[in-house]
């Protein structure tokens, strides 16, 4: 009886590692083909039976929190590089635009996780934890100041 693509695939990556590594170390190494085959819609007790059919016998708790935190380190990494990526996007629009004199720039929320109501002692935790950007805010200011001067002529003109 031949072995399924999936047992054959994880076998192949297995042999590859060391046998001293821990068992979410090999979890890991599995993970992006395990992704793949979850993506079809294989059940995790599928993947669990392929695994144990590959000789590595993992519990579904093992399995399910080893994932759980894969997943969120493979976000994180994501996330980093799309900040990564727009940051050198900015500096590159900025060079471009140099003989602009006022560039606009990206408008991102001045002050980030601020809460919209006060109604828990979390949200006063929100508050505390709040980043400000000044320089985004001092942009923020001055454009809802020259916002206010275009729509509001005549108290310029009092001035």
């Known amino acids: 009886m031949s072995e399924s693509a999936p047992v054959t695939r994880y076998r192949t990556v297995l042999a590859a590692l060391d046998p001293r590594i821990s068992l979410s170390a090999q979890l890991r190494a599995l993970f992006p083909l395990i992704e793949v085959e979850m993506a079809a819609g294989v059940p995790h007790a599928a993947v669990l039976d392929d695994l144990a059919a590959a000789g590595l ?22 996330r980093k590089r799309l900040n990564a990526a727009a940051s050198t996007g900015d500096i590159a629009r900025q060079s471009t635009h140099a003989s602009n004199p006022h560039p606009q720039p990206p408008a991102p929320d001045a002050i980030q996780g601020r809460p919209r109501s006060i109604q828990t002692p979390g949200d006063l935790r929100k508050i505390r934890d709040m980043r400000v950007d000044l320089e985004a805010l001092r942009r923020e200011g001055l454009a809802n100041r020259a916002q206010s001067a275009d729509n509001n002529p005549t108290k310029r003109n009092e001035s």
Not at 59 to 71: C, V
């Open 57 to 78: 016998t993992v519990q579904r708790s093992t399995f399910a929190i080893t994932l759980y935190r894969w997943r969120k380190a493979q976000r994180s990494a994501a």
